[in-house]
């Protein structure tokens, strides 16, 4: 064989396997932005959507209530004794609790759930389960279970595109894990031990 032809081959087979590796790094970056991007976005309608009003528990500041990051979207704190109401005020009043984690109406009482990636949150859920209580109100996202509770606006979301769900809840699971066991939802015939 030609030593000129051999030393083509080589060089071209040299120009190939460095385009194919760059190709692959390329790639791989790309996958790399794309989730970066992807969690950013979801970081981004989670502010807008306000989520934090609810999920994220407040703390008293000189210039009001502000949410707590150390807590982000870690919902109503297990440790949060309720709070005492009077039985007339949530027959024409809807009321909020200091922290905006806690609502009493017509419905008993809802504590907001924990959003963090820790599996007391949503650390063990797949993207359909989210989907599912995102967008049909379900509770864990399962079927058969009891419908979320007022104030989550899930009817609001129920045409919310795939990729902004998707973007939501990559946000959601990069998110610090925070161990949190949200109450249960206190039925109106048991509200009456915290009236005053």
């Known amino acids: 064989m030609n030593k000129n032809l ?31 991007s992807l969690i950013r976005r979801g970081a981004y309608l989670v502010d807008l959507m306000g989520c934090h009003d609810c999920h994220t528990p407040k703390k008293m500041t000189p210039q009001g209530p502000a949410p707590d990051m150390d807590r982000m979207l870690s919902g109503h704190p297990a440790d949060m004794p309720m709070f005492a109401f009077d039985s007339i005020t949530t027959k024409n009043w809807v009321l909020f609790n200091m922290t905006g984690t806690a609502m009493v109406g017509p419905w008993g009482t809802s504590f907001s759930g924990n ?78 031990k915290f009236v005053k």
């Open 6 to 36: 051999i030393s083509a081959v080589t060089l071209v087979s040299i120009i190939i396997a460095l385009s194919c590796s760059s190709t692959e790094k390329q790639q791989s970056q790309s996958v790399t932005i794309s989730k970066d």
């Open 115 to 192: 959003l963090t990636s820790d599996t007391s949150g949503i650390g063990a859920w797949t993207e359909a389960q989210f989907k599912k209580a995102l967008t049909e109100g379900k509770l864990k996202g399962l079927e058969g279970t009891r419908p979320l509770l007022p104030p989550m606006p899930w009817q609001n979301y129920r045409n919310m595109k795939d990729e902004d769900i998707s973007a939501i809840f990559a946000f959601l699971k990069s998110t610090k894990p925070v161990n949190n066991i949200v109450p249960m939802p206190i039925a109106p015939k048991d509200l009456a």
